[in-house]
């Protein structure tokens, strides 16, 4: 049935213009209100930078969403000004700054001036760099940016090939995709996934990674079909890098039980430890046992930029596929990610040609349409900001920053690692650090361990509630333990300093209440209590 329009449907001259100015449209005819906004929004900008004097207020979630109750989100304010007191008031105030010195928690970093811009033009052009008739140039960049990043990996740019993508857990997503196609097309008489679904033995695939990989890893496997059991955790050595003799028995073990060895994801700069396994080893492996091997660089990509620490990253060319994350060591606004592959035809399973976007006719006339090689079809602009950074501040001045805070690590580790409050599980390679406080007791004994993980957790909710860090914290072998993550190059040995005589402070005063507590409550409440102090 075709639609039929209203019968008193007319069209009045000039009124598509009252709409767009209504809508506040960006165009020709708005640059000034769009001008005026950005300078309001730069100047509320550049205000509540220069007054944090921490990285978070401490808020807890349950204070700041009480601002949200009575919320009419169908009612706008009356004007810009009121809107940016409002984002000022439920957002701004609260939110977490990474730029701080004093911000050690996650693998997030403060960005670049340049990337900023790019973001800001990105937004107004609104470019989408699916296919070349909605981004021409923009694709062209992109493509750039992927040759030189496979060239700086030691690919064959010729040969290997690459996309922008979400983030570390999308392009692992990709890399296991194109190891489980693959080894059908190729082992399993030209079983096409793409084509039937999953063969009949796909429930032996088997993936090894090691026990401080990302857990993308169990998450990709989910979502391929594979199920989280088809991830072996091979264990790791006294730097929690991959055991190379656990994963070979994992292997052995693997095929004895009728398993079929699919691939290895060698972690290139562990969340937890900053530990990158030994992939000059493995890679003879894998290719023996005729395996996809993926390196996840999201963390450690750093390094391809580094004088000083390149050398971490040997063998990383033996890989199969790369996961780089801009956005976590290139100081580059979320999101701005890439996945990489030695082999472009490795692709080819995530092409689907539809007629009005990229029909197979542009791609025989030679149009290059980035969708073809993409999870996503309608995708941001990404590569702008890392272009314009790498056109301004260059690539040496980013390897400098990043050697910068893998060498603030190594300085608190040497500062500090015989400080007889603190313990360190292990020296740092990149720019990640753990540890706990640590100390005796009254009576000149060390505390249980179920002690020392409650104070931990509990210096960490302190440091954070009283404003004055904001760290992280993980579990090793069921312990607690503490985390610096260094990603500013702001942040000098004297802010984590700072930040360590505050743990050291909270430390001793709860090793006091908790001897307190322990004497005058029962085992019952005595845990309870001690958390609500």
């Known amino acids: 049935m075709l639609l039929t329009p209203p019968k008193n449907l007319t069209l009045i001259p000039g009124c598509e213009n009252d709409i767009s100015r209504r809508a506040n449209i960006f165009n020709q005819h708005s640059l000034g209100s769009f001008t005026s906004a950005i300078k309001k929004g730069t100047a509320l900008i550049n205000k509540k930078i220069s007054q944090a004097k921490a990285p978070f207020s401490g808020i807890f979630p349950e204070e700041l969403s009480k601002q949200f109750a009575g919320l009419d989100l169908d009612t706008p304010q009356d004007s810009l000004d009121h809107a940016l007191a409002e984002l000022e008031s439920l957002y701004l105030n609260d939110a977490v700054y990474f730029h701080h010195p004093k911000y050690m928690a996650h693998l997030n970093t403060p960005v670049t001036n340049v990337s900023i811009l790019a973001e800001l033009i990105q937004a107004a052009v609104n470019t989408s760099v699916d296919t070349w008739d909605q981004s021409a140039g923009g694709t062209l960049i992109e493509q750039s940016l992927v040759d030189w990043t496979l060239s700086r990996i030691g690919y064959e740019t010729s040969k290997g090939d690459g996309v922008f993508t979400s983030g570390g857990t999308q392009s692992n997503l990709m890399a296991l995709l194109l190891a489980r196609d693959n080894y059908c097309l190729e082992q399993l008489n030209g079983h096409s996934v793409q084509q039937l679904g999953l063969p009949k033995e796909a429930h032996r695939f088997r993936i090894f990674t090691s026990q401080a990989s990302h857990f993308s890893v169990q998450k990709s496997a989910s979502l391929l079909g594979l199920g989280f059991n088809s991830v072996i955790s091979v264990p790791v050595d006294q730097h929690f890098r991959m055991d190379i003799h656990a994963l070979k028995e994992a292997i ?282």
């Open 252 to 533: 052995n073990r693997c095929k004895k039980e009728g398993g079929i060895p699919l691939a290895v994801v060698a972690t290139m700069g562990t969340t937890d430890f900053g530990s990158i396994d030994p992939i000059a080893s493995i890679a003879p492996l894998c290719e023996a046992e005729n395996m996809w091997l993926h390196a996840d660089s999201a963390y450690g990509c750093g390094l391809l930029l580094s004088n000083k620490y390149r050398h971490y990253l040997q063998g990383l060319a033996l890989a199969d596929s790369v996961t780089v994350d801009y956005h976590k060591s290139f100081f580059q606004p979320v999101a701005c990610s890439a996945f990489f592959t030695k082999n472009s035809n490795h692709l080819h399973c995530l092409t689907y040609h539809a007629d009005y976007l990229n029909p197979l006719s542009e791609k025989l006339a030679g149009t290059p349409n980035l969708v073809c090689k993409s999870l996503q079809t309608t995708r941001r602009f990404d590569a702008l900001k890392l272009w314009l950074t790498l056109r301004t501040v260059g690539p040496k001045t980013l390897g400098e920053a990043f050697d910068s805070v893998i060498d603030l690590a190594q300085s608190v580790y040497l500062a500090h690692h015989k400080d007889t409050h603190l313990e360190f599980i292990h020296p740092p390679q990149l720019s990640t650090l753990l540890f706990r406080y640590k100390s005796k007791n009254t009576n000149g004994q060390h505390h249980t361990a179920s002690q020392i993980n409650q104070i931990n957790k509990k210096i960490r909710q302190l440091l954070s509630r009283n404003a004055e860090a904001l760290i992280a914290s993980t579990t090793v072998n069921g312990d607690n333990w503490l985390k610096f993550t260094f990603l500013n190059p702001a942040t000098k040995l004297s802010d984590v300093d700072e930040v360590l005589a505050n743990i050291k402070a909270h430390g001793a005063c709860l090793s006091k209440r908790f001897e307190k507590l322990s004497q005058t409550e029962s085992p019952n409440t005595f845990l309870s209590s001690f958390n609500n102090t």
